[in-house]
């Protein structure tokens, strides 16, 4: 015990050379001992010291960091095996994966070459490993650089002594750790599950030193192995020694824990007389003491009655479940009872078992995995433990979790096919996991209620148990669906008998599930949501697993399998049927989706005749056995039709849920698919008379097929009659012509499913891989077959590239189907099989006509669905043809024909379209006429009264004379037997005798009314001659409810019966349908059929008229007896007449049509003469509309009218001025923005910084530049006067923008109360002031009152003046004097006190508050006048920077600033400027002032520092209103004077020293010439000599001038540096004249700008010759003598003390000139941002994000809705929009790929500005495929910012509640 004591270092490298010696056992001795006292496991487990000892002495004596890195040179691994867990973001690439679920590490995708691969980035759900370096999952071509060069396999040996003492003292630190959990475990009744978690918490840290152990590499796994899987040492270790009382007790609480797990020792097992373990799993690894019995514990010893009992803990759940009998077949009853733990690898995965998989213990075991011998035995142990997994993830809470840890597990196991193959031979993998699927199942099953329900024997899963409702099952199945996709495994499985009769049994559990019982009196009270479970049950536990047998089943040679597989699902299904006591019809009202045996019987028929050529007889059973089948697929497409009817209504909306999934993408080739095919089979196999008949009867709709015009019908309301006939019908076109399984190949059918799709919408290439139903099982690819899915997408569909309006929605680029397609693919019956949505049909037939006009197929009417050539039928299915050539099918066709030209009630144009649909399939398809037909009833006479034969093309031309009907008393046919008319014609008295005859015989010839009674005997007759030997099969033919529609009742007195002659063959009946369509008597000629043959092709697209030619085409061609029949009906037709009937109903039929014809010429007529009103309308509203007429609308340009200007309330709308009283006010939006303070000097975007050199910096912004600006000013000058001398709002400025809609301010008012009454609010606060616009919709936040006033006064305030420019400066100095006027107390004035309130609540204090002491006069006046300032530099912004576009822009129109100065001109009168200090003194007037400037007070600022535009808006603003033009341009003149002197000392600051001197000399010589005054080169000199009497201004960047100054200035050059100057200050200036006056702004191109404005403004005389080139000096206009004013001026600079001249030339030379806002540039592929940002930290909190985000405007990196990075409860992205963008901010978030924007209080998502190659987003990056950017989106984003139109543009806000 010494030496626990001693220094751990020196202890381990003593013991290590102890151990290293030949006789090494006082090391052991020493070590043991040692290892005893440390790792005590008595001791607590968070005690780490045990683990230092443990490192120290693995690293023997040496730093454990260096030992790693030792171990690690030696790795010899050639597989990367990284392990990840949830969330973690991978990359998986089809084109190199073998297996569908490889998977590779971001490291080694990028070093491996995938360019051009079909590849995805993912979010791992489950978690994973990556795969490189792994051939049997992926191909070699895929690995990374590292793993293809296999750098592991050339490494060193391992030296013996390295590993030498992890090999001693890992295994006891294992069962330490194993002791630990033995320990700490409880059973879960005792405990809560938080103390299990409280056991992992404690030995994290020793579990994450295993971690780190198999991150050394391959030498340190082979150890581990070595250890983990040694009997021997488990065995010594586990027991526990005799004299340790504390290993014995923990031991004994692993075999209670054992036992409580459903499982007993062996021993106990043979003492309760129980089998004993059977030599059949020895194979695994040899029977070792500790065997268990698992989950059949109590197995009786004969496998026949194996019922399992109930689980302990099952015994209190559901009273109505009843356990299964297992297949007898079973192996042997103990194939999963089993578990022996003899090593500690097996214990360890016990255990992670028994604590629900804690992450760690996961990772560590599969860390292991790279490692060949710990693969295979882990495999062996996971797939021992397999029935125990499944019972504690049954038991557990968190199955959603542990399902993931287990698949984490299991891919990686099972996808590697060698691995799965060994497991199975050995371990009989298969047996085990149907086993235990069957038992999991088993758990929750009851008893059926379908067909029979009190003698039902069959039981089906219960759908609302939480196993089924949560998926609780599919790690099991999916580790199933896994191993069926090795060929090898799977043919193992397809070749035992007794494994696939107990598959069967386990999907019989799913047949008939979720069953539905129609409500017929009331709405059902609780709408079951089950419906989801139980198709994602039969999705995955059936379904899948059929796919991949399928797969496997493509072949010849695999011919046995099929034939095994369609035996069983035959037994299977008898079997069922017999359980559930079916005869011969399905019980009424019911209806289960859900038939997973035919299914698996239908698509392994399939199969074989397509891929195996099988003959299809051999694989089919007898006659009856096929009409048993067919029943319950039919009663599905029937009780389709009655959903979509609406018979089901009383059932919830659930059960439309149903019908939608049954048909869905993803469900329909396993669920529709197979049941139309297994129809189309039985169909073609069946008696073609007995199974129409059924289909009718089926659909409820029997009783309508009569001639007669009323009937009565036992079972439908009136008003489902005609939806369920057409249901009928559509259904038989569906049959008799979809070809799916019936001889299309792959290719055919993926091209036929896009064009349906794209038919029905244009589509995205996203959902349209969605949308084309995929072989779900995932190793086929995306369609098998030779043709890929691109190469189909192109052949049929255009792309049509995603387009913008800056308005609209954001489009994705789409599919759109080719013009051909609509012309020859179009196919209406595929469109109608796959559509979810009904209202999608529709979609596709408007498609189609829009197609048809356009191009001018068809221009009148609308189209019918086109008729479409179908695939040939494989020869196994010609039987189908049958359907179509049957006399029972032919009366209906009859009947129906006759129905619709006589108007009968509940016909339907799409009746008619489906009737003829099936003739002309009928005629297209001929049945090969084989004489000997086996029905023996087919000669009854009376069937032959009707047709003939059975051959459509003959029947069409029989005529029918008579048919007998029976019709309730009250039907027109009779009225007119009991009182013949007097004047009796032949003909009606010949009607009258034979009906007195035909009364006589009537069963001879009847007709119609026998047609289905008839039908209901042949079906009698039919079952008869399946059953020959059996006479009870006559009794229950037909279940009591059904008979008494069929016998000929105990008559009701009120059916009587009739007999109507109706002289009509089928093709007389067509005939006149095409007269009565086209509405014109005799529209077929008799010569019309040669001029038909003459032009075939004339017909592909059209009407029913089209429709009918064809067909009469047709016909003719293929028979010469029709084409004579025809030309004699055509010779002598005549308008329908009624049979024999002179009623006034027949009077309405007849002017039906002449009505209907009158009623659409009347409506053309309307149409045309509203069309020419219209259009002329349009014609002179676009003559007002001229330019010219704009801008006298314009506020303020209105000379035109003389009265006061009127605005339109739109609220009340009435009309008048806005008065001090009732004043109006403009609808604004009033937002802070920091937009201008964004601008940079340059007109380049700043790039967004994706590697870590890359950074941004935001101090040459526009914002931070005024910021410094100001700052800088305020240490030297006086605070007001630096308050005067910039504007601010470049960050938080306030914005003003209107819609231009006007309201009363008291009606406002109004409006806003009736919106806070209203609850249901769009995403705005009312309780903030926010409304929309009640017109326009637009939001807006404030009104700003319209000023009331005359416009006759703005004339005068126009007229060009005389004046001398001295007697204006000296007017608008006197105007100045005059003291603000107070204005009255009205309602105007407090509107605008509020607005004022409203505009500084806008933006945020500190973008307000820049003066020394906040809330001053002087801060308030800066904040106002900045208000005019930020909106007009926006305006000039959105002109584009300049106004050389002219003219009133868009904005302009709708622009308030008028308004807006009224109301800050009239807050800022309250101020008035102190005269002593008024600029305008110093702007015109060369002082005489002695310095008598007090020390103490700091001096003013320099007229040379001040912001020209802030002192223009100042004196405009102060100055009374309304200000006279003559005045402004004063103002305008005398600031340009002093903008133009800062031009030139800026200028001259810019000069090297000895150009300084060069031009201050030349310029001298010309002071004294005349126009001295306005010459650059004098005034430039007189400014140097000025500002060079002191020595500190130029001389402080004397370093940094020489350095810019290479190039020379000439006199160009320094005019156009001159004119940049002062540009900015003229566009202003003017920008501010066409605000206030309504002058228009001319344009001009950007090179005469300057002298544009410059004329505009009135400095520049127009000059008649523009060749002369303009000088910038000649726009001075002096009142005083230029030099004096310019000495003044210098002198206020040289003037100052030493300290601040310094800095006084940084504040001299300032550039006004800003480039345009820009967002940031963004890489061209997303994934430079992604790889960068996703892992990167936070600045603020050091962590990595769960969501990261980027702010777009200055590239800050944020937390979005991170609580780490929270403020004051605000998130960061919402902190960070208040301070970069003043509450605006636009933020990519890097996860998810879209751009969220942050306004105020709201949000919302804006999109994607990265597209995938097909144009479209891939929000939170589902799909993983490479994003590029798309430039016009991110233009118009960064429109959207520059121009503050979020709000307006988008239009699903939310609140944010400062959480993101």
Avoid at 254 to 277: C, D, F, I
Wanted: with cysteine.
């Amino acid at each position: 015990m010494a030496l626990v004591c001693r220094d751990k270092k020196s202890t381990a490298a003593h013991l290590k050379a102890d151990l290293n010696r030949t006789d090494n056992s006082s090391g052991v001795r020493q070590l043991k001992e040692l290892l005893d006292c440390v790792l005590d496991p008595e001791k607590p487990a968070a005690d780490t010291e045990a683990l230092d000892w443990c490192k120290c002495l693995i690293a023997g004596g040496e730093g454990f960091e260096e030992f790693c890195k030792t171990v690690r040179s030696y790795d010899n691994a050639t597989l990367c095996g990284l392990v990840w867990t949830a969330n973690f973001v991978a990359y998986r690439c089809r084109t190199c994966g073998i297996s569908p679920c490889m998977s590779l590490c971001a490291e080694c995708f990028n070093n491996g070459d995938h360019t051009g691969h079909d590849f995805n980035m993912f979010r791992s759900q489950a978690g994973g490993a990556c795969d490189c370096g792994d051939s049997n999952v992926m191909r070699e071509t895929g690995f990374c650089r590292r793993h293809r060069l296999r750098t592991g396999e050339n490494v060193p040996s391992v030296p013996r002594d390295l590993l030498l003492m992890s090999e001693m003292v890992l295994p006891r630190f294992i069962i330490c750790i194993i002791q630990y959990l033995r320990d700490g475990y409880t059973e879960p009744d005792t405990s809560t599950e938080r103390d299990l978690q409280k056991v992992l918490q404690q030995l994290e840290p020793q579990i994450s030193f295993l971690e780190e152990l198999t991150k050394m590499g391959g030498a340190m796994r082979t150890v581990l192995t070595k250890i983990l899987t040694n009997q021997q040492i488990f065995k010594d270790l586990s027991m526990g020694q005799e004299e340790n009382v504390y290993a014995k007790k923990n031991y004994e609480k692993y075999l209670s824990a054992l036992k409580n797990s459903g499982l007993v020792s062996v021993e106990e097992k043979a003492q309760s007389g129980a089998a004993e373990p059977t030599p059949g799993v020895e194979a695994g690894a040899g029977a070792g003491t500790g065997a268990l019995v698992l989950l059949g514990a109590e197995a009786p010893a004969s496998p026949d009655e194996s019922n399992k009992e109930e689980d302990q803990d099952g015994g209190q759940s559901v009273g109505q479940r009843k356990r299964v009998k297992l297949s007898s077949t079973a192996k042997d009853p103990s194939i999963m009872d089993s578990l022996k733990h003899k090593c500690f690898l097996e214990e360890l995965l016990f255990w992670t078992i028994k604590y629900e998989f804690p992450q760690k213990m996961v990772t560590f075991l599969l860390n292991m995995l790279p490692d060949q011998d710990y693969k295979i035995t882990f495999t062996k142990t996971f797939v021992q433990h397999y029935a125990f997994i499944m019972k504690t993830l049954m038991k557990s809470q968190e199955s959603d979790t542990m399902s993931n840890r287990i698949v984490h597990i299991s891919v990686q196991l099972f996808s590697n096919e060698e691995l799965a193959r060994h497991v199975t031979e050995e371990c009989q993998l298969l047996d085990i996991m149907v086993t235990v699927l069957l038992y999991m199942m088993e758990s929750c099953l009851i008893k059926s209620e379908l067909q029979d329900e009190e003698n039902s024997r069959h039981v089906v899963v219960n759908c609302s148990e939480a196993l089924l409702k949560n998926n609780t099952y599919w790690p099991l199945v999916s580790d199933f669906i896994n191993i069926l996709s090795h060929q090898s495994v799977a043919k193992k499985f397809l070749e035992d008998h007794s494994l696939l009769m107990l598959w069967m049994s386990f999907v019989s559990f799913f047949q008939g599930m979720n069953l539905n019982k129609r409500e017929l009196s009331e709405h059902v009270e609780f709408e079951s949501q089950t419906y989801y479970a139980a198709f994602a049950a039969e999705l995955e536990a059936c379904a899948q697993p059929m796919w991949g047998l399928l797969t496997h089943c493509k072949v010849k040679e695999t011919q046995e399998y099929t034939r095994t597989v369609v035996r069983y699902c035959l037994e299977t299904l008898q079997i069922w049927f017999d359980a559930i006591g079916f005869v011969d019809e399905p019980a009424p009202n019911q209806v289960t989706f859900h038939l997973p045996l035919h299914r698996f019987y239908a698509m392994f028929l399939s199969k074989a005749v397509k891929c195996q050529g099988l003959h299809l007889d051999s694989l089919l059973p007898d006659q009856e056995m096929l009409m048993k089948i067919m029943v319950h697929p039919l009663q599905i497409q029937a009780s389709l039709s009655e959903i979509h009817s609406n018979m089901w209504v009383r059932n919830g909306l659930q059960i439309k849920g149903q019908a939608m999934t049954y048909v869905q993408s993803h469900f329909c080739n396993s669920m529709i698919d197979p049941d139309i095919f297994l129809l189309q089979v039985c169909a073609s196999r069946l008696d073609p008379d007995y199974f129409i008949s059924s289909v009718f009867e089926r659909f409820k709709v029997v009783d309508l097929l009569t001639m007669a015009s009323v009937h009565q019908n036992a079972i439908l309301d009136g008003e489902h009659e005609r939806p369920m006939l057409e249901g009928a019908l559509t259904f038989l076109v569906i049959l008799s012509s979809l070809r799916i399984h019936l001889g299309m190949a792959d290719d055919e059918i993926l091209r036929a499913e896009m064009v349906s799709q794209l038919c029905m919408n244009d589509r995205t290439h996203s959902s349209l891989l969605d949308l084309i139903p995929e072989n779900p099982n995932p190793k086929s690819g995306i369609v098998p077959g030779s043709c890929s899915f691109e190469e189909m997408l192109s052949a049929v569909a255009d792309f049509k590239a995603p387009v913008f309006e800056p308005g609209g929605s954001m489009q994705q680029g789409m599919y759109t189907p080719k013009e051909e397609v609509w012309e020859k693919e179009f196919d209406p019956i595929m469109v109608v099989l796959r559509t979810v949505y009904r209202r999608d049909v529709q979609s596709a037939m408007d498609r189609y006509s829009a197609f048809l006009k356009q191009s001018g197929m068809h221009t009148t009417g609308n189209p019918w669905p086109p008729y479409k050539e179908r695939t040939p039928l494989h020869p196994c299915y010609k039987g189908l043809d049958r359907l179509l050539h049957c006399k029972t099918l032919h009366i209906v066709i009859f009947t129906l024909l006759y129905k619709i030209w006589l108007d009968h009630s509940n016909m339907s144009e799409h009746i008619l379209c489906m009737v003829l649909y099936l003739i002309e399939l009928g005629l297209d398809n001929q049945v090969q006429e084989d004489k000997e037909d086996e029905e023996p009833c087919i000669e009854e006479h009376c069937h032959d009264s009707w047709f003939p034969g059975t051959n459509l093309l003959s029947n069409l031309h029989h005529v029918i004379n008579y048919v007998r009907v029976r019709v309730p008393e009250t039907a027109p046919e009779v009225k007119r037997e009991r009182d013949p008319p007097p004047s009796t014609s032949a003909e009606a008295s010949n009607f009258g005798q034979n009906s007195r005859r035909l009364t006589g015989n009537w069963r001879e010839n009847v007709r119609e009314a026998q047609v289905f009674s008839l039908v209901a005997e042949r079906r009698r007759k039919f079952q008869e001659i399946i059953n020959r030997s059996s006479t009870e099969a006559s009794q229950v033919v037909r279940p009591k409810s059904s008979s008494t529609r069929w016998v000929p009742p105990g008559t009701p007195p009120q059916l009587v019966t009739e007999i109507l002659e109706i002289r009509e063959s089928m093709l007389s009946l067509l005939i006149k349908l095409h007269q009565k369509l086209s509405a014109k008597q005799n529209s077929l000629s008799a010569t019309w059929l040669e001029d038909m043959e003459a032009n075939p092709n004339h017909h592909a697209h059209g009407d029913g008229i089209t429709a009918i030619e064809r067909i009469l085409t047709k016909a003719a061609t293929r028979s010469r007896q029709s084409k004579r029949s025809i030309q004699e009906i055509c010779g002598k037709v005549s308008p329908p007449v009624a049979p024999k009937k002179n009623s006034p109903t027949d009077k309405k039929t007849m002017d039906k049509d002449e009505r209907r014809q009158r009623a659409r010429e009347r409506q053309q007529k309307l149409l045309a003469e509203f069309a020419s009103k219209q259009k002329s309308f349009m014609e002179t509203a676009m003559d007002v509309e001229s330019p010219d007429a704009e801008a006298a609308m314009d506020l303020g340009a209105s000379e035109v009218m003389e009265s006061e200007v009127l605005y339109d309330c739109v609220i009340c709308g009435q009309s008048g001025p806005s008065t001090e009283d009732r004043p109006t006010g403009l609808v604004v939006l009033l937002q802070a923005s920091s937009v201008l303070g964004h601008r940079y000097k340059s007109d380049e975007a700043k790039k967004l910084p994706t590697t870590d050199d890359e950074h941004i910096y935001p101090a040459d912004t526009c914002g931070a530049t005024h910021d410094v600006r100001l700052a800088l000013m305020q240490r030297f000058f006086k605070d007001s006067s630096c308050l005067q001398s910039v504007s601010i709002g470049w960050d938080g400025g306030v914005y003003v923008q209107t819609c231009g809609h006007t309201l009363h301010i008291d009606c406002h008012k109004s409006y806003m109360e009736s919106l806070r009454n209203d609850q249901v609010l769009q995403g705005f606060s009312v309780d903030k002031g926010e409304f929309t616009c009640p017109l326009c919709r637009q939001f807006a936040n404030s009104v700003l009152p319209c000023r009331p006033g005359r416009s006759t006064e703005v004339v005068s305030w126009h007229m060009p003046t005389n004046k001398k420019t001295a007697v204006l400066v000296k007017e608008v100095e006197d105007l100045q004097e005059q003291l603000g006027l107070f204005p009255t107390e009205s309602n105007l004035s407090k509107e605008m006190e509020l607005v004022i309130k409203d505009i500084k609540n806008t933006t945020q204090r500190k973008y307000m508050d820049y003066g020394k002491n906040p809330g001053s006069p002087d801060n308030d006046f800066l904040f106002m006048y900045s208000v005019a300032r930020t909106n007009l530099e926006l305006e000039l912004v959105h002109r584009g920077g300049n106004l050389c576009s002219g003219g009133a822009s868009a904005a302009a129109k709708r622009s308030c600033l008028n308004q807006l100065f009224h109301v800050l001109a009239m807050h800022m009168r309250l101020y008035s400027i102190d005269s002593a200090y008024n600029p305008w003194t110093r702007l015109t007037q060369v002082a005489q002032r002695s310095d008598e400037c007090q020390d103490d007070e700091r001096p003013e600022v320099p007229m040379l520092f001040r912001d020209c535009p802030s002192l223009l808006i100042i004196f405009v603003l102060t100055m009374p209103q309304p200000l006279r033009k003559e005045h402004f341009i004063c103002l305008v003149r005398m600031l340009y004077n002093l903008q133009y002197t800062q031009a030139l000392a800026a200028l001259s600051a810019k000069f090297s020293p000895e150009e300084r001197r060069a031009w201050s000399t030349s310029g001298a010589l010309n002071k004294n010439a005349f126009n001295a005054e306005k010459s650059f080169d004098a005034l430039l000199s007189h400014v140097i000599s000025e500002l060079s009497k002191v020595k500190t201004v130029y001389d402080v960047n004397a370093e940094e001038t020489s350095m810019q100054s290479s190039c020379v200035w000439s006199p160009q050059s320094i005019e156009y540096s001159l004119q940049r100057f002062c540009l900015p200050y003229l566009r202003l200036s003017c920008l501010l004249q066409h605000h206030l006056y309504g002058d228009n702004l001319s344009g001009c191109p950007d090179e005469e700008e300057f002298s544009g404005l410059a004329g505009c403004l009135g400095l520049l005389a127009p000059t008649p010759q523009p060749s002369n080139p303009i000088y910038s000096a000649s726009c001075l206009d002096w009142t005083v003598n230029a030099f004096d004013l310019m000495t003044q001026w210098c002198s206020e600079v040289t003037g100052l003390s030493d300290t601040q001249a310094e800095k006084a030339i940084t504040l001299l030379v300032q550039d006004p000139q800003w480039a345009s806002p820009h967002l940031l540039h963004l890489p061209d592929n997303y994934n430079i941002i992604f790889q960068y940002y996703h892992k990167k930290a936070c600045t603020a909190c050091k962590k990595v994000p769960k969501d990261p985000a980027l702010c777009l405007v200055c590239g800050a990196f944020v937390c979005l809705k991170g609580l780490c990075c929270k403020q004051q409860g605000i998130c960061e992205c919402v902190l960070h929009s208040q301070h970069c963008g003043a509450a605006t901010g636009i933020f990519l978030l890097i996860n998810a790929s879209v751009i969220i924007i942050i306004r105020g209080h709201r949000f919302c998502l804006w999109g994607s500005v990265y597209l995938d190659a097909h144009g479209e987003e891939d929000r939170d990056l589902r799909r993983g495929k490479p994003l590029f950017l798309c430039v016009e989106r991110y233009r118009v984003l960064e429109q959207q910012w520059v121009w503050h139109t979020f709000d307006h543009i988008n239009k699903r806000w939310g609140p944010h509640y400062n959480g993101l």
